[in-house]
């Protein structure tokens, strides 16, 4: 567009690569071209970012990816704020029940666009499993039978039969999803935070002794696990469903398992999973006309077409019922999809989640330093939940010093 007029630039920070990144500058360029000089969004890797304080108009990330994009934890601008400033249309109706779930706040509002959701799934390398003698096939249900493949793998000498990525959405948030246990309650008037639930405590010291018999292998907080399980690294992963078409086109033979759960806990809830990942945020701080322009890109996006060529490309969640068919075609076994689409349609009445914000930050934040202790040293983890959860409504309940801004809106 060299010496064209543009009346308004946008910049979109992202951290995407391979087929993501080519759909979605793909979908930019389209865009782009609709606007006839009068306004472009630009891409920009946050990898490649060299002051990174300066601030883009929009970001594609998980929130936990803040530190990361910015070298600091900046102000988001609620999404249904900017789009209805804007006059454009967006309802948490629109979305599948448990998509608006993962993005809206206590009032249902949305604060970003659910562009890249996914759900926790166990991923497996089928031909790491042949090699230790484990039918692939064979269904892999509670976490007592995931304890006996990895057992089986290390046996015959994988080095690395299982590791993890977003350990504190994995086997955190959707432990207690699962054993119906919420992490969230009041205390009078005060909200706080229960990480130390029976769930929890048995979760982590299961994990423990994995890590001590080198059946389990902790990567980091963050997505290291998926590295190393694209690498062949890690012959199980427990993370993110998008990742089955990335261990696709990198040629690994790749299997797909719901999130394991456990049989003996009384009430259980295996298909109360939580879906999770980046969104499309608006950064606080930027001029209305480059708002406007942001809003108009997200209303593009929410085109049905435009989802359906996001999601066949991606393996990223559908955002809304009309975008689930492009997965049909996406090599993803028929009951996952049906199990995807029956779980992203209950209703988020009585949800009791931690929505994106300060609390959920900290809770992440803490949680992540404080189970290191558990795979470095002997502490236990009741005495690790019990320190990470004390911090966090320690910092809940602390007063905001004086001039200070708010990290979320």
Same mark, same amino acid.
């Given at each position: 567009?060299?010496?064209?007029?543009?009346?308004?630039?946008? #910049?979109?920070?992202?951290?995407?690569?391979?087929?993501?990144?080519?759909? /979605? *500058?793909?979908l930019?360029?389209?865009?782009?071209?609709g606007?006839?000089?009068?306004?472009?969004?630009?891409l920009q890797?946050?990898?490649?970012?060299?002051?990174?304080?300066?601030l883009?108009?929009?970001?594609?990330?998980?929130?936990?990816?803040?530190m990361?994009?910015?070298?600091?934890?900046?102000?988001?601008?609620?999404?249904?704020?900017?789009?209805?400033?804007?006059?454009?249309?967006?309802?948490?109706?629109?979305?599948?029940?448990?998509?608006?779930?993962?993005?809206?706040?206590?009032?249902?509002?949305?604060?970003?666009?659910?562009?890249?959701l996914?759900?926790?799934?166990?991923? @497996?390398?089928?031909?790491?499993?042949?090699?230790?003698?484990?039918?692939?096939?064979?269904?892999?249900? #509670?976490?007592?039978?995931?304890?006996?493949?990895?057992?089986?793998?290390?046996?015959?000498?994988?080095?690395?039969?299982? @590791?993890?990525?977003?350990?504190?959405?994995?086997?955190?948030?959707?432990?207690?999803?699962?054993?119906?246990?919420? /992490?969230?309650?009041?205390?009078?008037?005060?909200d706080?935070?229960? /990480?130390?639930?029976?769930?929890?405590?048995?979760?982590?010291?299961?994990l423990?002794?994995?890590?001590?018999?080198?059946?389990?292998?902790?990567?980091?907080?963050?997505?290291?696990?998926?590295?190393?399980?694209? *690498?062949?690294?890690?012959?199980m992963?427990?993370?993110?469903?998008?990742?089955?078409? %990335?261990?696709?086109?990198?040629?690994?033979?790749?299997?797909?398992?719901?999130?394991?759960?456990?049989?003996?806990?009384?009430? $259980?809830?295996p298909?109360d999973?939580?879906?999770?990942?980046?969104?499309?945020?608006?950064?606080?701080?930027?001029?209305?006309?480059?708002?406007?322009?942001?809003?108009?890109?997200?209303?593009?996006?929410?085109?049905? %077409?435009?989802?359906?060529?996001?999601?066949?490309?991606?393996?990223?969640?559908?955002?809304?019922?009309?975008?689930?068919?492009?997965?049909?075609? *996406?090599?993803?076994?028929?009951?996952?999809?049906?199990?995807?689409?029956?779980?992203?349609?209950?209703?988020?009445?009585?949800?009791?989640?931690?929505?994106?914000?300060?609390?959920?930050?900290?809770?992440?934040?803490?949680?992540? %330093?404080?189970?290191?202790?558990?795979?470095? @040293?002997?502490?236990?983890?009741?005495? $690790?939940?019990?320190?990470?959860?004390?911090?966090?409504?320690? $910092?809940?309940?602390?007063?905001?010093?004086?001039g200070?801004?708010?990290?979320?809106?």
């Open positions: 567009m060299a010496g064209a007029a543009v009346a308004q630039d946008v #910049t979109l920070r992202h951290d995407l690569d391979g087929r993501a990144l080519d759909t /979605l *500058a793909t930019v360029l389209r865009f782009n071209d606007l006839k000089g009068k306004g472009r969004v630009l890797d946050a990898r490649g970012v060299e002051h990174k304080q300066v883009p108009n929009l970001a594609l990330l998980d929130p936990d990816d803040s990361d994009f910015f070298d600091t934890r900046p102000r988001f601008r609620p999404l249904h704020e900017v789009m209805g400033e804007a006059g454009q249309r967006l309802d948490a109706a629109q979305f599948y029940p448990q998509v608006a779930d993962a993005v809206d706040d206590a009032g249902g509002r949305i604060q970003a666009l659910p562009l890249a996914t759900l926790p799934v166990l991923l @497996t390398n089928r031909t790491a499993l042949r090699r230790a003698g484990v039918d692939p096939d064979q269904p892999v249900r #509670t976490w007592w039978e995931l304890q006996k493949v990895a057992g089986e793998i290390y046996d015959r000498g994988g080095k690395c039969p299982l @590791t993890t990525s977003r350990f504190a959405w994995v086997h955190s948030e959707n432990i207690s999803a699962q054993a119906g246990e919420p /992490l969230m309650a009041k205390n009078g008037k005060v706080q935070v229960l /990480l130390n639930g029976m769930a929890n405590v048995k979760h982590l010291a299961l423990a002794s994995w890590q001590k018999s080198r059946y389990f292998h902790y990567s980091g907080r963050a997505r290291e696990g998926d590295r190393r399980f694209l *690498a062949g690294e890690c012959a992963l427990t993370g993110p469903s998008s990742l089955f078409a %990335e261990a696709r086109r990198a040629g690994i033979d790749v299997g797909i398992h719901p999130l394991p759960h456990y049989d003996d806990a009384y009430a $259980a809830k298909n999973v939580l879906p999770d990942g980046a969104g499309l945020w608006v950064l606080a701080g930027h001029k209305k006309d480059e708002n406007r322009l942001a809003a108009r890109f997200v209303g593009y996006l929410l085109r049905p %077409e435009v989802q359906k060529e996001w999601v066949q490309a991606t393996s990223y969640l559908p955002m809304t019922p009309g975008a689930l068919a492009a997965l049909r075609s *996406a090599d993803i076994p028929p009951h996952l999809l049906d199990a995807a689409q029956r779980r992203l349609s209950v209703s988020r009445k009585g949800s009791t989640r931690i929505k994106h914000g300060p609390i959920r930050d900290r809770l992440h934040e803490f949680l992540g %330093e404080e189970v290191e202790f558990v795979w470095t @040293t002997d502490r236990a983890a009741k005495e $690790a939940l019990d320190n990470a959860m004390r911090r966090v409504n320690a $910092a809940i309940a602390a007063p905001p010093k004086a200070s801004v708010p990290v979320r809106p």
